[in-house]
């Protein structure tokens, strides 16, 4: 799960290593993390959504943060992961 902003919205600090490789819908993911750990801190997926800076909600401390609003790949999904609430689904 991730959140995404605006780019200029988002200020990036400390060290990070990225990695791209290209997504199955041919665009170019381009993959920020920690160094460190090699926790993922933030990427960027050309295309569909240049402009956005996406982050993991797990980089957030507050468990509560945000819920999903739609659901994506859901076919790839493990079969024990269930997607409940209020959310859009596409394939």
Same mark, same amino acid.
């Given at each position: 799960?991730? &959140? ?7 200020? $990036? =600090?400390?060290? #990070?290593? +990225?990695? #791209?490789?290209?997504?199955? +819908? ?12 090699? #926790?993922?801190?933030?990427? !960027? $997926? =050309? ?5 956005? !800076?996406? $982050? ?5 401390? @507050?468990?509560?943060? &945000?819920?999903?609003?739609? #659901?994506?790949? =859901? ?5 024990? !992961? =269930?997607? !409940?609430?209020?959310? @859009?689904? +596409? +394939?």
């Amino acid at each position: 799960m991730q &959140a995404r902003w605006p780019a200029e919205q988002v200020k $990036i =600090e400390g060290r #990070s290593r +990225s990695w #791209s490789q290209l997504a199955d +819908s041919g665009n170019r993911a381009t993959f920020h993390f920690c160094p460190d750990c090699g #926790s993922d801190v933030h990427y !960027v $997926i =050309e295309g569909k959504f240049d402009g956005l !800076v996406a $982050i993991p909600l797990g980089a957030f401390d @507050d468990p509560y943060f &945000a819920r999903p609003q739609f #659901s994506v790949w =859901e076919k790839r999904k493990h079969d024990w !992961v =269930e997607v !409940v609430g209020d959310v @859009d689904h +596409s +394939s």
